[in-house]
């Protein structure tokens, strides 16, 4: 028995961990008419103000606030690179909440009310997070 546990804690140990997926999340409007859920679901994501960014892990937790949240924020796949530049820009903080800029050039053309797909900036955007996110250090 005590030989079982010996060699699942091996193999624990020489498996490597998988890297979990990681989530760039910035918001886009304010909180003019906001529902208090939403607004509560913000404040628990650490966007308080327009132009706040956070990084979190994919876990259900996670997607459920920003399911209810997507109205007001835009979200994407992190890449280490971007991941780096958030990084220096934080200034020995230690929370993982960033104040960027308004991006350079402006949002997408159809404005910050409409979803990404139909020419917004609100919504899912995958990689193209990280586009947007060098436009607003």
Same mark, same amino acid.
């Given at each position: 028995?005590?030989?079982?546990?010996?060699?699942?804690?091996?193999?624990?140990?020489?498996?490597?961990?998988?890297?979990?997926?990681?989530? +760039?999340?910035?918001? &886009?409007?304010?909180? @003019?008419?906001? $529902?208090?859920?939403? =607004?509560?679901?913000? !404040?628990?994501? #650490?966007?308080?103000?327009?132009?706040?960014?956070?990084?979190?892990?994919?876990?259900?937790?996670?997607?459920?606030?920003?399911?209810? +949240?997507?109205?007001? &924020?835009?979200?994407? @796949?992190?890449? $280490?690179?971007?991941? =780096?530049?958030?990084? !220096?820009?934080? #200034?020995?903080?230690?929370?993982?909440?960033?104040?960027?800029?308004?991006?350079?050039?402006?949002?997408?053309?159809?404005?910050?009310?409409?979803?990404?797909?139909?020419?917004?900036?609100?919504?899912?955007?995958?990689?193209?997070?990280?586009?947007?996110?060098?436009?607003?250090?």
């Amino acid at each position: 028995m005590a030989e079982e546990k010996q060699i699942k804690e091996t193999e624990a140990k020489s498996t490597p961990k998988k890297s979990v997926e990681k989530f +760039a999340v910035v918001r &886009i409007r304010g909180s @003019i008419r906001v $529902s208090t859920k939403i =607004k509560d679901t913000l !404040k628990m994501l #650490n966007l308080d103000k327009v132009n706040t960014c956070i990084i979190i892990e994919n876990t259900p937790v996670n997607k459920g606030m920003i399911i209810k +949240a997507k109205d007001y &924020i835009t979200w994407g @796949i992190l890449d $280490s690179e971007t991941e =780096k530049l958030l990084n !220096k820009i934080q #200034n020995g903080k230690k929370d993982h909440v960033f104040r960027l800029n308004p991006p350079r050039g402006g949002f997408e053309r159809k404005g910050i009310k409409k979803p990404f797909k139909t020419g917004g900036a609100l919504g899912n955007r995958d990689d193209k997070i990280n586009i947007l996110i060098k436009k607003m250090i």
